[in-house]
């Protein structure tokens, strides 16, 4: 092999080698996430086969467990029924049993949406006003005030959940869906701070100082000339602070029962007659899971840049 | 001074203000406000759910309690070995996947984005899943494993043996993307020069490797295993869901005792104590990483 070729430009033996590794890995790490998709897919007993079935009959009925309330009838009430209206009453008939409702999962889906979208507008743009000051102004205690900032992230989520609740509790914005968008505003800040301070970094001075020159107000030079420029670090920013209001779960079931309550709590909670109900549980992680990958691959250069910049900028 | 007295508007000084005032009032309301107030109870034996009850001052017998407590001893030690085993995988794994991933290959901006995936997902509802993955008579790790090497049935949940590893393992699969995507940033920032030079010295690549590449990617790695300490210190939503801190308390990290005992006992004024014990340890133990880290990164 030739011992002269370096990092920089790697032979293309070594570098087929490291792509089959990588290929190899990638395969494997994203085996339980499409196994949990095909599992949506199967009917209950399919799922609970052994040897696990990789090729299977295609199902809904996870689905249909998913979004509504059945209870089991016997047989002759079933008989005494009118024929089934539509084809997921018919599959749930055929396992004897009748739809008695919708379930609450898209109750708790939509707010999983509300508080999300909520808090991470909420943040992002607080987190956007403090990191242009941070970047453009003098501000005493600068350092001691952003190391501030920071450091709010160590503390645990359960450490101060028992205060909150109780000042929660007091204001009456326990299980609100107010009450969620300001705690997960609060979390997200931190890290919409620093993240946005580096990306107003890179805007040059004078960009608005010209605006300002041109009659511009300090507030108007902000928002028309500063704003559109950061679009794409508040798009890295934003889609961080909604992943995690999306995925959070120790405030969400500490915090909240019945009104706010997000998806994450709900979705351990599917349970069928004699244990879990898998396909169900599926479908909820299936239906959960999709607009975050979605969201990943779409906005993968954001996103990669953003997780990395903490480490790139020191 | 002058010159900018002649913009219309708000000075500096107050646009300044008002852009950083929210964020600072809410991080105090919702940030400090509720720490303080921890600490003030964490001297009490307050219960949170006795509402007329007026809380007693008990000066630190709630610390004392805690720290002369076995069990409390029992749940930092698998706090530490989760901490141990997940932080050595995700550092050996995500360094060797981002030195194969530099080699800037074709396709590699695709794999790298699936590789990441795991990390985006909900830490429940992963949770909920691998339950499944990890079912004794269905689960498919259960049936992998067997196909490799027949063990039998085997319960990686229900056995206190397995349990602690089968959370080690599922954390390893979120997270080592982390280490991998900040390895990498490190590996871009080394300057092309270095390596160049190297050459001109004629450095076989595995000293290019050991003085070079590893040195320079070293605070990298070392920041990210800071930020997976942190977290994993804290761990909740992903354990809690696959193990709840079973099998009796071989799962049970610090964190899940402290939600037991805070909101299922309600013994706030001490769990308050153990909630702030924690605290000092994650800031003690953090500062003094840094300090190391930056030791090494003089070097």
């Known amino acids: ?314 | 001074m002058s010159e900018k007295k002649k913009f219309k508007g708000l000075s500096d000084k107050a646009v300044g203000w008002l852009f950083i005032g929210p964020t600072v009032l809410l991080l105090l309301a919702i940030n400090i406000y509720p720490l303080v107030y921890a600490i003030k109870m964490s001297f009490t034996n307050f219960y949170a759910n006795k509402i007329g009850r007026v809380p007693e001052f008990v000066g630190l017998k709630n610390y004392i309690k805690i720290l002369n407590k076995e069990a409390i001893w029992e749940k930092m030690q698998v706090t530490a070995s989760f901490m141990f085993w997940t932080l050595l995988l995700q550092a050996i794994i995500g360094l060797g996947l981002a030195l194969l991933l530099n080699r800037k290959f074709k396709g590699n901006e695709l794999l790298t984005t699936l590789i990441v995936l795991p990390m985006m997902l909900s830490p429940a509802v992963v949770g909920v899943f691998w339950t499944y993955l990890y079912n004794p008579q269905v689960g498919l790790f259960n049936y992998v494993v067997n196909f490799f090497y027949d063990f039998g049935s085997f319960d990686m949940i229900g056995s206190s043996i397995l349990a602690p590893w089968s959370i080690v393992i599922v954390d390893t699969w979120m997270w080592t993307p982390f280490t991998m995507l900040i390895c990498l940033a490190g590996l871009r920032s080394v300057p092309n020069y270095l390596y160049e030079a190297a050459e001109v010295d004629r450095a076989s690549k595995w000293q290019q490797f050991i003085y070079i590449t590893l040195p320079s990617v070293l605070p990298f790695l070392l920041l990210a295993l800071l930020f997976r300490g942190i977290e994993n210190f804290k761990m909740f939503d992903m354990v809690v869901e696959l193990t709840s801190g079973g099998p009796g308390s071989a799962t049970e990290l610090a964190s899940i005792n402290l939600k037991r005992e805070a909101f299922e006992k309600w013994k706030t004024g001490y769990s308050s104590a153990f909630a702030v014990i924690l605290f000092v340890t994650i800031f003690g133990f953090g500062n003094v990483y840094v300090k190391v880290m930056n030791k090494i990164k003089e070097r």
């Open chain 1, 1 to 314: 092999m030739d011992t002269s070729r370096s990092y920089l430009e790697p032979s293309s033996f070594s570098k087929k080698i490291a792509a089959t590794i990588i290929i190899v890995y990638t395969v494997i790490t994203l085996i339980p996430i499409s196994w949990m998709v095909m599992t949506s897919f199967k009917n209950v007993n399919s799922a609970i086969s052994y040897p696990p079935e990789v090729l299977f009959e295609p199902s809904l009925e996870g689905y249909v467990n998913l979004l509504t309330n059945r209870s089991r009838q016997s047989p002759e009430y079933l008989d005494s029924l009118p024929p089934p209206e539509n084809w997921y009453e018919e599959l749930v008939r055929s396992r004897e049993m009748v739809i008695t409702g919708p379930s609450k999962f898209l109750g708790r889906y939509s707010n999983s949406m509300i508080i999300g979208f909520g808090s991470t507008f909420a943040s992002v743009f607080l987190g956007a006003l403090a990191a242009y000051a941070f970047s453009r102004f003098r501000v005493p205690l600068k350092d001691d005030l952003l190391f501030f900032i920071l450091s709010t992230r160590m503390f645990p989520p359960i450490a101060v959940a028992v205060p909150i609740f109780i000042m929660y509790r007091k204001l009456g914005l326990g299980d609100t869906h107010l009450g969620m968008i300001i705690l997960y505003t609060v979390v997200n800040l931190s890290l919409a701070v620093w993240l946005l301070k580096g990306f107003m970094d890179e805007i040059p001075k004078e960009y608005e100082e010209a605006a300002m020159i041109d009659g511009y107000s300090r507030l108007q030079a902000f928002f028309k000339v500063v704003l559109p420029q950061a679009m794409t670090g508040i798009a890295a920013t934003a889609i961080f602070c909604m992943i995690f209001s999306w995925n959070e779960y120790a405030f969400a079931v500490l915090l909240t029962q019945f009104n706010a309550q997000t998806a994450p709590p709900f979705i351990p909670t599917i349970i069928g007659e004699g244990g879990l109900d898998w396909p169900a549980i599926g479908a909820g992680t299936t239906l959960f899971l999709l607009p975050v990958m979605i969201f990943t691959i779409i906005l993968r250069k954001h996103l990669l840049r953003g997780i990395t910049f903490g480490a790139v900028r020191k």
